[in-house]
């Protein structure tokens, strides 16, 4: 049993991180749409490419399934969805 606890708080600890990239990137895309913070600022433009480039083989057969919305990418609230209901049955199959 405590196996398996130890698995449920490892995918834990991933659904928190994967969650938290995705607002980090949320926030620094805001950032840059709103000319609150310059694209030229390195620093910033380095993060945001590096949150794109992990969470973009993620994000991508999401985007492909959903309908087109313009300009707003629903496709970060859906993952967010997915990895709870994901901790949700890693949760009823434990706990049973």
Known sequence: MSGL???QQIIG???QVLVMLIIIQFVIGLLFAFNVVNTSNQFLMQVYQSINTLL???LRPIRKI???TGAIDFSPLV???GLNI???IVDAAIYG
């Open 5 to 7: 606890l130890a698995v």
């Open 13 to 15: 600890m991933l659904v």
């Open 56 to 58: 973009d083989p993620i």
């Open 66 to 68: 959903m309908p087109n």
């Open 79 to 81: 993952l967010i969805l």
């Open 86 to 88: 994901l901790l949700i």
